[in-house]
């Protein structure tokens, strides 16, 4: 895909993760915004939506060229529109299941994935009971089957739902097979090769950052 | 809780939101170390864990004070213990889970939660056909009753686990019943009122994050 993007890359060498984990952030609520007929925001009105002061959003955004004028705020297709492209949003993405335990099936049900361009085309399981099953409109593939999958199904992105003891094995499997990109359910951080990128969906994370707040009596900034 | 750490705050007034929510993985990955018999380790060790740079590290734990001795890394043990200090996590916190479709099941049922100190003490949902049943050994109760609950078992954190449609109204309803931390599954930012943390998990936003390094052919920084 990099080939589509050359001469935006030569201005922004280097964007930093957490810019980069709040974009999608904000292209869902300027989304909300057009949807509602909002035509400009600026950064105040998009800080009280997301939560973030607008100096923040200012800074991130800088990273991608100027899209407000001064003073005037931002146009809400526009830069909707260009975080999208920036982010890879404009393509479907070809998502692989491994695992198809409760987490797996609730994954599998989930309807938000394809309105906003992940398509699952495989859910995959070695468990034998449940090889054969159709979830969410899937039938369930023994895990030996993903390189196939990824291959015929051009699957770029794996979501791993399996149990702690598997995720690190399961993980090493998906990354043989090509795939760079894993959102992984299981509360580890499983190791990879450099150039692979993992996200961890952990709720007990969360939980322990909001804590913080509880036991010192304040608020997030 | 606020009382019992008075010193250290006069000490550190604002940390970036960013920062603490990072903390809980530093306190995972200092466990794993700790279990592993390492005694000390340096910010170089602890990031190639982290997959956070070193510097990052140091300057993440500037804010709480000063913890390693210069060249010699942190005491394992005595950086952890300090850590789960400030995140409030040297004690039980009690949880309620609001919303008992599938994915609510998953919760219920997920074994993450009790190790590192939270409670799942109430199940409620507002579907007739599952109240009353019991799911991760608790009994499904209707939401009228959340605030008898978050009063008798005295919930600080409430999980909510329920469609689009309802999440606000719900998020609005745990608000008045005094919970102040809630970890919202639905993939909208519920609006709360100031001194209220949510934190969403939301499989979406994190795919979208990815996509950035896959459609730039870059890797994370």
Known sequence: ?????????????EVPDVVVSRLPQYVRTLSQLLSEGVQ?????QLGEKLQITPAQIRKDLSYFGRFGKQGR?????HLLEELKQILGLNVTWNVAVVG??????AILNYPG????GFQLVAALDDNPS?????VGGLTVLPVSHLADVVARYQVSI??????IAYTQQVVDRVVECGIQAILNYAPIMPQVPEGVNVRSIDPVLSLQSMTYYLAN???PE
Chains 1, 2 share one sequence.
């Not at 400009?40 to 105040?44: D, E, T, V, W």
């Not at 994935?113 to 906003?116: C, N």
């Open 158 to 163: 794996a979501i791993v739902a399996v149990p």
């Open 73 to 77: 705020g931002y146009r809400v297709d």
């Open 100 to 105: 198809v335990g409760r987490l797996g099936r």
């Open 217 to 219: 009596g304040v608020s």
């Open 130 to 134: 449940v090889v054969g099953q159709q």
């Open 40 to 44: 400009i925001a600026n950064s105040q």
């Open 1 to 13: 895909m990099s080939e589509s993007y050359p001469q935006v890359f030569q201005e922004r060498p």
């Open 113 to 116: 994935f394809t309105p906003d």
